[in-house]
Nanobody, 124 residues
Framework: QVQLAESGGGLVRAGGSLRLSCAASGRTFSNYVMGWFRQASGKEREFVAVVRWSDSITLYADSVKGRCTISRDNAKSTMYLQMNSLKPEDTAVYFC?????????????????WGQGTQVTVSS
């Protein structure tokens, strides 16, 4: 059973940075893609970024492109999301997710495993 645990959220001022981590366990992830999604209060969950574990191919939502970097550390089975130049509209609960596939998906329903989420709040 895959387990995902996010950490690194918090309160930051606009323009600041945060690094989110997602510790994964229960599998070897060479044939997985792992992604970050976020859900603001009253809104639907939306795609942020995804990385294919085997070759680190990445894809980003337009809203975060150029400000966020997704990466993974195979030795630690951990995925990261470095977020810079944060804006108040980035405020949301951030979730990591995993899917047993090599295809790059941006749709939440394609992901089988989810963490509990970590709150990111950006003040203006």
């Amino acid at each position: 059973q895959v387990q995902l645990a996010e950490s690194g959220g918090g309160l930051v001022r606009a323009g600041g940075s945060l690094r989110l981590s997602c510790a994964a366990s229960g599998r070897t992830f060479s044939n997985y893609v792992m992604g970050w999604f976020r859900q603001a209060s009253g809104k639907e969950r939306e795609f942020v970024a995804v990385v294919r574990w085997s070759d680190s191919i990445t894809l980003y939502a337009d809203s975060v492109k150029g400000r966020c970097t997704i990466s993974r550390d195979n030795a630690k089975s951990t995925m990261y999301l470095q977020m810079n130049s944060l804006k108040p509209e980035d405020t949301a609960v951030y979730f990591c997710a995993a899917a047993s596939t090599r295809l790059i998906f941006t749709t939440a329903t394609r992901y089988n495993y989810w963490g509990q989420g970590t709150q990111v709040t950006v003040s203006s």
